[in-house]
Structures are given as C-alpha cells and as structure tokens.
C-alpha cells in the first residue's frame, strides 16, 4: 500500500500532479483544492494517497492532508458513489466545510457539484451520518463533560456539538476533539470551531 509520497513536484494541473520519488514520477489525481494547496513545480511536496483497484484500472489519488483522505474514503463508501464523484466534492468544498454538512444534514449544498443529483446527495449525508450517532454524542457530552475538562455548559445542540460531530466524520475520536472543544469560545460558529481544533491537533502532531 502507498500511504504517502514526498518528492519533487515535477506536473502541477487541475487534477493532476505528479510527484517524482527517488527517480520514479508517481502520477496522481488531485482535486482543485489539493492542486491549490501544493507548490511550485520543482518544489518538494506532500501527499497522503488512496490507491484505487478496479478489474480495468489502477489509479492513485492524493490529498494534501489526511483530512481530505478521511472524506474521500467516507465518499467512496457511499453506494452509488465513485473516485471521480468523490474528487469534484471535494475540490467544492473544504473538509471541514464537508463534515459540517454531513453533520447537519444539508444534503442540497452537494448538489451544488456538478454530476451530484439529489439522490446521491441524500444518500452521503444519509449513510455518512449514519457513522456517527447525535443521540450518544449528545448525551455522552453532558456524562463525559467532567473527563474531558468539562465543555461548555448546555452545548447539545449547539455549534459545539455539531463541530464534535463534524471532527467524527472525519475520523476523529470524542476523546481527542472534545478537551479542544472544552477550551475554545463556545460562541464561535461551528466551522470556525472545526477549523480551530483542527489546527491546534495538527500542531500538536507536528511537535
């Protein structure tokens, strides 16, 4: 299995990019918002990458970060749902912007990707969801509020609650996300919580 490439970045395209590791040029499909985030040509990059078997193909995919990967793999894993649909959401919308949406339910912003009807719009959010409870998530906020440094109080329902469900979609554990949460304003919006915590873990990773 590939996990990651680190190289020089010798193709830079929309949706395409090739990374050249130790004289080998790995090509991978890329979306816009990874395309953005990677460098120069000629400069060093990273990928975090999904390699994608079929009976007439063999792709690589790669994401500037594993929160990208998280959402892909959760897309794929939708029925009806394949790489190329997958690649277009997530060149519309951030990860964080993804699981804000799978953990309210919004399935008519998807619909907004080219080639994504309401169908299949309803059924990500339908079966993404279905990965993380809101019922245990609330209830387990106020019973663990103690453990985890206590989060604010009355937060079911709240931007709170639904950055906490926005960080599981992506893969996150409640024990790693809610003593973040639990220290940052509760009167922030949900997505500026997402991207807050998100970034005070990376840091942490990086340390």
Known sequence: MIYSLRGRLTVKELGFAVIECAGVGYGCKISYNTAAALGETGSEAVVYTHLYVREDAVEL??????????????????????PKAALSILSDVTPERFAFLVAS????????????????????????????????????????????????QGTAGSAVTEALEALMVLGY?????????????????????????????????SR
């Not at 500037?64 to 939708?78: G, K």
């Not at 059924?123 to 387990?140: P, T, Y």
């Not at 639990?182 to 873990?201: C, F, N, V």
Request: proline share 3%; hydrophobic share 40%.
């Open 173 to 205: 554990s409640q024990g790693e996300a809610a003593p973040i949460l639990g220290k940052l304003d509760p009167s922030l919006s949900t997505q500026e919580l997402i991207k807050e915590t998100l970034r005070i873990m990376t840091a942490k990773n």
């Open 105 to 152: 339910g919004d399935s008519k912003s998807f619909t907004k990707t080219k080639g994504i009807g309401a169908k299949t719009a309803q059924r990500i959010v339908l079966e993404l969801k279905d990965k993380v409870s809101s019922e245990a998530i609330s209830g387990s906020i106020a019973a663990d509020a103690d453990d985890f440094g206590s989060l604010p």
């Open 61 to 82: 995919f790669g994401f500037a970060t594993l929160q990208e990967l998280s959402c892909f793999r959760l897309l794929i894993s939708v029925s009806g749902v394949g």
